[in-house]
């Protein structure tokens, strides 16, 4: 009897159940007492979501609760573009690729090599002189820089590259001569300090990281060499950093030193020396003596 007043106990908590919705019966035949769904709309990712109603004997089991609407494909958020970034890209787009001659200005004669005759005050007559330097010339004279100086505990071993691109004589009595070229800086690479004499130097800063290069200018040490001695003196040096287009000079009777502390971009410098008039006066008397 426990037994079943124990069934009639169940079969009433079954019935006060809401009971899911069932197919009609057909008449005549065999219904099933199982849930049905129609089928799930796979293109549209349609799943089942499953909850368990109750927790209590009997409902182990999650059961099916609905259908989960998922009508358009997750779609992964777009990267937002740099500021700047397509111009960026178009100009070193520019760079790489030469300009097509037939956009140049029709009826103008461009010339392909490097001299034009020009006036030459020295001589007062028009002279055919080499008045441009290009790029791959001065690539394939550049040359190593050497290690001139003892580097400190810390400090990379790497060094730079340079290359000249002009040395001009004077070019009349009161204008002096010049030499000019460039100088490359691996990253972490050092140029050693270097006097220029009589001379002036001055530098354009091409290419290098935003505040990278180092730059030390040092009053000339006057020791056994002299006033125009190259030895690099810490504790008369005075420091700058410097970023692409900035520019510097170096007076006569002074040493200076490059070091380029970025860890992955080069450093490009252009350079040109300015020759002392005095200098050039005495080389022109003592070439006449010779002759």
Known sequence: EEKGRGKQKRQAVIEDEEEPPRRAVIEGGRSSKRTRYPPLAYWKNE???????????????????????????PVAPKRQPKAGGAKRRAAALEEETPLDPGELPSGRKIRKSDKARVWDEKRRAPQKTRVVCRAQAMRENEHKLPV?????????????????AFFTPPLSA???????????????????????????????????QGGSLEVAVALPDKGEGGAGSAIFEDATAQRFVLSAGDQFFVPPQNVYR????????????????????????????EDGASE
Not at 52 to 58: E, Q, V
Not at 148 to 164: C, F, I, K, M, P
Not at 263 to 283: G, N, Q, R, T, Y
Request: net charge negative.
């Open 148 to 164: 001139t100086g003892q580097r400190r505990e810390g400090e990379s071993e790497l060094v730079g590259s340079a290359a000249q």
């Open 258 to 285: 490059l070091e380029n502390h970025s860890a992955s971009k080069e450093a490009k410098l252009f350079w040109v020396i300015i020759k002392p008039m005095e200098a050039e006066a005495a080389d022109s008397e």
């Open 47 to 73: 799943r089942y979501v499953y909850e368990r109603p109750r927790a209590g004997i009997g409902e182990v089991l999650p059961v099916v609760a609905g259908v989960s609407d998922r009508s358009k494909t």
């Open 174 to 208: 009161h204008t002096p001569g010049w030499i000019s070229g460039y100088v490359n800086l691996p990253a972490k690479a050092i140029k050693d300090a270097e006097g220029v004499g009589n001379c002036c130097q001055i530098f354009f800063v091409s290419e290098a």
